[in-house]
């Protein structure tokens, strides 16, 4: 799994804005500037072992159509610059702590700095309560065909 998600971040994190963690490594927040492109055609071919790592081999293609299509909704929901939050993640014995709310609030707050919008996914129905307090609302909750992922789309209006 540490091997999975370490090229991730390698391969895919060369134009982050922002990754915060705290100082156990307990939790981290992992979001995209506006404007932000997927990686470079190479990096993109890195991460191919990496998502392999993480979903096995058979699952790459389907994770990779999943992915390029909640591009096109993200694109759709927010198709003005936003700060995109790509991933977060608590220890689950560390979960309901803050820690999340801490992670994000740095984002958040440039967001309403600069008055601009937000988005996530989740596929945690118990998440949904966490950003809403934080100002996401739900814009769409679907099935991934092919991932048989159900989620929830999240924007963040600008502040």
Do not use: K
Request: proline share 8%.
């Amino acid at each position: 799994m540490l091997a999975g998600w370490t090229g991730i971040l390698r391969y895919a994190s060369a134009r982050l804005s922002d990754t915060y963690t705290t100082e156990d490594r307990a939790g981290v927040a992992i979001w995209l500037p506006p404007g932000y492109h997927n990686p470079p055609l190479l990096d993109a071919l890195r991460l191919g072992p990496a998502m392999a790592r993480l979903a096995g081999w058979a699952r790459v293609r389907s994770i990779s159509n999943a992915v390029s299509e909640l591009e096109r909704r993200r694109h759709r929901h927010v198709p003005q610059p936003h700060y995109y939050l790509s991933a977060l993640g608590v220890e689950p014995g560390r979960q309901g702590q803050g820690i999340g709310t801490a992670l994000m609030r740095p984002v958040l707050d440039r967001c309403d700095r600069d008055h601009l919008p937000a988005y996530l996914e989740t596929a945690t129905d118990r998440n949904l309560p966490l950003y809403e307090r934080h100002g996401f609302g739900v814009v769409e909750e679907l099935t991934l065909p092919g991932a048989g992922v159900h989620g929830w789309l999240m924007r963040r209006a600008a502040g």
